[in-house]
């Protein structure tokens, strides 16, 4: 029933992003990422994932898809991405394969101010019991933090490594505030 309601959904998305001519090459991608989700059994996930996705249009909340969902053409004709594989060549293995046995992995990014209303839609229609939350919490050491803005400013690596180079020891964190005047 998933895999039946994900094939339509797929082929209804792909028919309104190209006007009705799905190019050849985009449809026999399709066809085999479809089989590839129903082989392992993760339509519903995808159907759920949508759901999100469309709940958050709806209400005008900003959200994306990335990472390496952008390499499915599902994702794409579902409005989860916006990757065209029309104009690419896509990994889809890199997102999911048979042989790695591993369940994809779909990161929507939502706006940070209207996270919540998505969190709250998700244990409304999912409930607590089913919906869960997983985050990752990165800490960086000072010189860590000035290469990553440095990259994110667009700056060249050796500008990078020269700005990266005038910061020593441990960022401020954690650290005795009158020792770290002391060292001063």
Not at 4 to 14: I, K, P, Q, S
Request: aromatic share 8%.
């Amino acid at each position: 029933m998933h895999a039946e309601r994900l094939v339509d959904a797929v082929w209804h998305g792909a028919a309104a992003r190209y006007g009705g001519a799905v190019p050849e090459r985009i449809a026999e991608q399709i066809r085999c990422e479809l089989d590839i989700v129903e082989t392992l059994g993760y339509a519903a996930y995808f159907l759920t994932v949508y759901e999100i996705v469309e709940f958050a249009k709806a209400q005008n909340i900003l959200c994306q898809g990335r990472g390496s969902a952008a390499n499915s053409a599902i994702c794409y004709m579902r409005g989860i991405t916006v990757l065209d594989p029309a104009i690419g060549d896509l990994l889809f293995e890199r997102f999911i394969s048979v042989e790695r046995g591993e369940p994809p992995d779909i990161d929507v990014d939502f706006e940070h101010e209207r996270r919540e209303e998505v969190i709250q839609h998700i244990y409304q229609k999912y409930t607590r019991e089913q919906a869960g939350l997983a985050a990752t919490v990165i800490r960086y050491r000072a010189r860590g933090a000035v290469r990553d803005v440095g990259k994110a400013l667009g700056l060249s690596p050796d500008v990078v490594g020269a700005l990266a180079g005038t910061v020593w020891g441990w960022s401020a964190e954690g650290v005795d505030p009158d020792r770290a005047r002391a060292v001063r």
